[in-house]
């Protein structure tokens, strides 16, 4: 594991020369704070290693502080976003994919298994308190490892090879978790839009805790939030990704202001957090992000009227040509066209695990799936919605990507209504209704119900024209919307036969890439949420994969992390995709159609060519979002 070994030390390096401090500025939003004593003095809110970044050497210009950004959501929970965008991680990524310490100042990587993290001194919570060793050791000890907190016990991404991982905690700054295995997993985790956090301000949440709490006061309190024990409690008050609790101290750059779910949520730069520029000012720039939640249809329209200082969230391709419009029009913003990571823009999930015995059946013969893809008219789709411009294809590595193979992306693709009728009369499916319509094994009309979130226009436009092409197979497309949340527990549970959703987050993989997205570890693949249960909850809950091909990923999944070897693991890569593609356990469509990214005339160091990706990524997290700035801060826009 030597050549793993060396080049995960290298994340050891810090992103930026860590020179002596440059002369630090107080920033004006926290002015009359540090005059009145409420607040520190900025030396006195940094660590003492800041991570120091020079915008200089990224091509970057200098901002400068103030102004409030705004943004649009469509459902008040989507403050969560605000970890996304504003991406402080232990580790995370930079814009060409490679890892850097953020959070940490520096990692020490021994043979790929153990993971010694060191903190800054002098680092402090949004409140002020201080971060140090004892805020990782409260999550493991009193929390993944509280049967009452954690009934299943630590997550799984802490064993490797069924092996549990070792933490130890040293000094005030230093964590160490050791595998008797290498573990090349556990970095790019720590840097995902949604990571672990394997950390917790420990000093707030030991109130609600029945090991550190006074017993009559975690009572009321468990009373007063109308929960039915103190764990109950504790994971209400501890959610980290969410964002809702305003009480509860983060290490973003900016902090929740806002107690309810009121259509306006505001956000304040955080007076402790860890980075600056190399000029002396804390960042972020911006004081204030004003998040609004309208409805899903309004926000191309607001975003047109000049309502958004930066949007990407909620806007798809077609709504390029009025915003577009809009730009030349109004004269506020720009446009920018940023690359999409997503490795399918609609791609259609059977449910492999549904619970109908008899659909449950049919859809796990690789014969109907194959059927159902070469049903589909891509070039129509492609030409009705976006203009020709999209990839036509499966789901598969984009064409970005080292692993990309034409191959895969044309398997079972092409339009051809006979071969698929060839297919499904091959599986005995032979039986049919007076109005063409296939019958199922059992008699009833074969009718299959796509389910979806009902978010974006062009899935639905999409499975309309799905509809009349595999009405010429013998298949009834059902379309039925259903809110998100609705959606996702349906599926989890087996109830859905179907759903439409984009294809993996991560289409632009590399042979360092993990991955295990591919083979049934996860929940969110929408075809096999049983299986990913199973392997999330170590075989509590969910079922065990018994198809084959299924197994095969997870045979390759665990081959891919016993070997450092390029080669060895581009061969894997290709295997796994290959199996996707001859399998079609996904359904992709299209692939790789330009997305919006709508930047006010005021809004600075917003790249204009980007990649519009969640995972890695984390949407705009990756272009480092604390670092925009407005030319004017003082000049209010009026609403």
Do not use: C
């Not at 409030?68 to 969560?80: A, I």
């Not at 789901?395 to 079972?412: G, I, R, V």
């Not at 996707?580 to 005339?601: D, K, M, R, W, Y």
């Amino acid at each position: 594991m030597r050549k793993l070994a060396l080049a995960l030390s290298l994340i050891a390096t810090p992103l930026w020369p860590q020179t002596s401090l440059p002369p630090l500025q107080e920033s004006s939003f926290w002015a009359q704070e540090v005059k009145s004593g409420s607040l520190p003095p900025v030396e006195d809110r940094l660590p003492k290693e800041p991570l120091i970044v020079d915008l200089a050497a990224k091509g970057r210009s200098f901002g400068k502080q103030g102004g409030t950004l705004r943004t649009l959501v469509s459902r008040s929970k989507d403050v969560r976003q605000m970890v996304v965008y504003g991406y402080a991680r232990l580790i995370g990524y930079q814009p060409d994919y490679s890892l850097a310490p953020d959070i940490l100042k520096s990692v020490d990587v021994e043979q790929g298994r153990k993971y010694t993290l060191h903190l800054r001194e002098g680092h402090r919570w949004s409140d002020g308190a201080p971060l140090t060793s004892d805020d990782f050791k409260y999550w493991w000890e009193n929390v993944v490892n509280n049967a009452e907190i954690s009934p299943s016990g630590p997550p799984k991404f802490m064993f490797v090879e069924d092996k549990l991982v070792q933490v130890t905690f040293p000094d005030p700054l230093t964590v160490v978790f050791e595998w008797d295995d290498p573990n090349p997993d556990f970095l790019p985790l720590l840097a995902q839009a949604s990571p672990p956090f394997v950390y917790r301000p420990a000093h707030y949440l030991k109130q609600f805790h029945a090991d550190f709490a006074d017993p009559e006061k975690l009572k009321a309190e468990v009373r007063s939030a109308r929960v039915k024990s103190w764990a109950a409690l504790h994971n209400k008050r501890d959610n980290m990704y969410k964002f809702d609790n305003p009480r509860l101290p983060t290490l973003q750059p900016w902090i929740n202001t806002s107690d309810s779910d009121e259509s306006r949520q505001l956000f304040v730069k955080n007076p402790f957090y860890h980075r600056i520029d190399s000029h002396g000012t804390q960042l972020p720039y911006i004081d204030v992000v004003n998040m609004d939640v309208v409805g899903g249809g309004l926000i191309a329209a607001k975003a047109n009227a000049g309502e958004v200082d930066l949007q990407s969230r909620g806007l798809d391709f077609p709504d390029i040509s009025i915003l577009k419009k809009g730009e030349v029009d109004g004269g506020k913003y720009k446009v920018f066209l940023w690359a999409n990571g997503a490795a399918s823009q609609i791609a259609i999930y059977p449910n492999l695990n549904f619970a109908d015995p008899v659909w449950r059946k049919i859809m796990r013969d690789v014969r109907f799936r194959r059927a159902l893809s070469l049903g589909i008219d891509r070039r129509m789709i492609n030409r009705a919605l976006y203009f020709g411009l999209a990839k036509e294809g499966g789901m598969t590595a984009l064409s970005q990507s080292p692993l990309y193979d034409e191959a895969n992306l044309h398997a079972w693709a092409d339009f051809d209504i006979d071969a698929a009728n060839a297919l499904l009369d091959d599986m005995g499916l032979t039986e049919r209704m007076p109005s063409g319509l296939r019958k199922l094994p059992d008699g009833r009309p074969m009718e299959f119900v796509v389910e979806t979130a009902g978010e974006r226009s062009e899935e639905v436009s999409a499975l309309a024209i799905i509809t009349d092409t595999w009405r010429d197979i013998g298949i009834r497309l059902i379309m039925r919307p259903l809110d998100r949340d609705i959606l996702r527990n349906r599926i989890y549970a087996g109830r859905t036969m179907s759903a439409v959703w984009f294809g993996w987050d991560n289409g632009i993989p590399g042979p360092a890439t993990s991955p295990k997205y591919l083979a049934p570890t996860n929940q969110e693949f929408f075809s096999w949420p049983k299986w990913g249960q199973y392997y999330q909850t170590l075989g509590h809950s969910g079922e065990a994969p018994d198809m084959q091909p299924a197994q095969d990923l997870m045979d390759l999944a665990k081959e891919w992390t016993h070997t450092d070897v390029t080669q060895e693991r581009m061969e894997i890569w290709g295997k796994m995709l290959k199996i996707h593609a001859e399998q079609q356990f996904a359904i992709g469509i299209l692939s790789e159609a330009p997305q919006p990214v709508v930047v006010s005339n005021r809004l600075k160091n917003v790249p204009k060519e980007g990649v519009w990706a969640y995972d890695p990524g984390a949407h705009f997290g990756i272009h480092r979002i604390d670092e925009f700035y407005f030319e004017d801060p003082l000049v209010q826009v009026s609403r």
